[in-house]
């Protein structure tokens, strides 16, 4: 719990159990959106985590009799800690093995992670918002997905409001040129249905029908499973690759329909563990993007129901 000193920790001075309960109160009260803006500008909810608790410790160190907005302090505080996470998130990134996705998130429990709308929270959306900077990121996930006002994102950004537009408006640019118009979580999760039968029994022709001219595959495996370490593009070679390793990835293999980021989701387990989360980006042309995440530190959210 929130209002829970850790060992070692001191009140601040001044503080009394009372200022602390009130302190805990409007700290509750925000972190939900603390954490939808930590996520989506980190793409991992274990380091999300870590930005919300660290926004708490600072939230109790702080002269808050100064502060007339709780809310708009912590958002300015977590925004700014995410960005710093964020700029090292991204060398430790590069040395990777392989594709690195977003970590997935159960939805079910709280669809928009504390948003108004469920803006920037797909994991196509998460992958392609990785390849801005931080600062660009930030600043898209709190117009699109928060609603803040420029004047308000500058002031978080310790930049200009002219600045905060461009950078918005860059982030959408680079969105529309890689992402087209989805589709209903209706229709999507249909094709997929489609898609998951055929690539179960390795039917090239069946997998051409429903992948876009264009589809990308890509496998975050982490380095710790046999998942491919280089994206595979193009309809006739996923096919192909897809065909190719049915027979070994499927058999005896257990398929659950889950929520993820907002979206229709395939838990994949075998004996008990859980293997990969299947997700795909689905518009008018096809299966744009498969997403197969299999590194294991990202499936612990979705392990209490392998075998439930």
């Known amino acids: 719990?929130?209002?829970?000193?850790?060992?070692?920790?001191?009140?601040?001075?001044?503080?009394?159990?009372?200022?602390?309960?009130?302190?805990?109160?409007?700290?509750?009260?925000?972190r939900g959106r603390l954490f939808g803006i930590a996520y989506r500008v980190l793409g991992s909810a274990a380091e999300a985590e870590d930005i919300v608790q660290e926004a708490w410790l600072r939230w109790q160190n702080t002269d808050r009799a100064r502060i007339a907005e709780?809310?708009?302090?912590?958002?300015?505080?977590?925004?700014?800690?995410a960005i710093n996470s964020a700029q090292s998130a991204r060398v430790r990134r590069e040395?990777?093995?392989?594709?690195?996705?977003?970590?997935?998130?159960?939805?079910?429990p709280d669809p928009q992670l504390g948003a108004e709308r469920a803006e920037a929270l797909e994991l196509a959306v998460l992958f392609l918002l990785e390849k801005l900077n931080p600062v660009?990121?930030?600043?898209?996930?709190?117009?699109?997905?928060?609603?803040?006002?420029?004047?308000?994102?500058?002031?978080?950004?310790?930049?200009?409001?002219?600045?905060?537009?461009?950078?918005?408006?860059?982030?959408?640019?680079?969105?529309?040129?890689?992402?087209?118009?989805?589709?209903?979580?209706?229709?999507?999760?249909?094709l997929m249905e489609v898609f998951l039968d055929a690539a179960r029994r390795g039917d090239l022709a069946a997998l051409e029908?429903?992948?876009?001219?264009?589809?990308?595959?890509?496998?975050?495996?982490?380095?710790?499973?046999?998942?491919?370490?280089?994206?595979?593009?193009?309809?006739?070679?996923?096919?192909?690759?897809?065909a190719a390793f049915a027979p070994?990835?499927?058999?005896?293999?257990?398929?659950?329909?889950?929520?993820?980021?907002g979206g229709p989701a395939v838990l994949v387990s075998a004996q008990g563990n859980a293997v990969a989360l299947l997700s795909a980006e689905v518009s008018e042309q096809g299966i744009d993007r498969i997403l197969w995440i299999m590194a294991p530190d990202k499936l612990s959210s979705y392990m209490e129901s392998v075998g439930s």
């Open 1 to 30: 719990m929130v209002n829970r000193m850790s060992k070692g920790e001191t009140m601040p001075a001044g503080d009394d159990a009372a200022s602390l309960d009130r302190a805990a109160r409007e700290f509750i009260a925000a």
């Open 70 to 81: 709780p809310a708009a302090f912590l958002t300015t505080v977590t925004t700014r800690l």
């Open 95 to 108: 040395s990777y093995i392989g594709p690195w996705l977003p970590e997935p998130v159960d939805t079910g």
């Open 136 to 190: 660009e990121r930030s600043a898209y996930v709190l117009r699109e997905a928060f609603d803040y006002p420029y004047q308000r994102i500058a002031e978080i950004l310790q930049t200009s409001e002219a600045n905060s537009r461009q950078l918005v408006s860059r982030a959408r640019r680079h969105l529309a040129a890689e992402h087209r118009e989805p589709v209903g979580a209706a229709a999507r999760r249909r």
């Open 209 to 242: 029908k429903v992948l876009a001219e264009d589809v990308v595959s890509y496998s975050d495996g982490g380095g710790t499973r046999g998942a491919s370490r280089i994206p595979v593009a193009g309809r006739a070679r996923v096919s192909r690759y897809l």
């Open 248 to 261: 070994r990835f499927w058999a005896g293999s257990d398929l659950r329909w889950v929520e993820a980021n």
